[in-house]
């Protein structure tokens, strides 16, 4: 059975987190900063998708935030540019 996944986080990092989940501009990004902080206080990844979340997501995704918390960082959390639908037309 493989380990589960945990996180742990700095005083500063988490503070960080604890201010985005509070007072992010985009919904997205307080609901990662809340995953995350789940997960850092010992919740495992997969019950944080389908039951701590205010929309239910699929574990693959909240695993998704976690690798790119733990590769990048608070750089990590925004969505990338270029994701999602591209225009029909051209402006």
Do not use: C
């Not at 944080?48 to 608070?74: D, S």
């Amino acid at each position: 059975m493989p380990a589960r996944r945990t996180l742990l986080l700095r005083e500063e990092e988490r503070q960080e987190l604890e201010y985005l989940r509070a007072h992010a501009p985009q919904p997205y990004l307080r609901e990662r900063a809340a995953a995350l902080l789940l997960i850092a206080s010992g919740v495992p990844p997969a019950v944080v998708a389908r039951e701590r979340l205010l929309v239910p997501r699929h574990p693959e995704t909240v695993y998704i935030w976690l690798n790119r918390w733990e590769a990048e960082g608070f750089d990590g959390l925004p969505i990338r540019d270029g994701r999602g639908r591209k225009p029909a037309f051209s402006p």
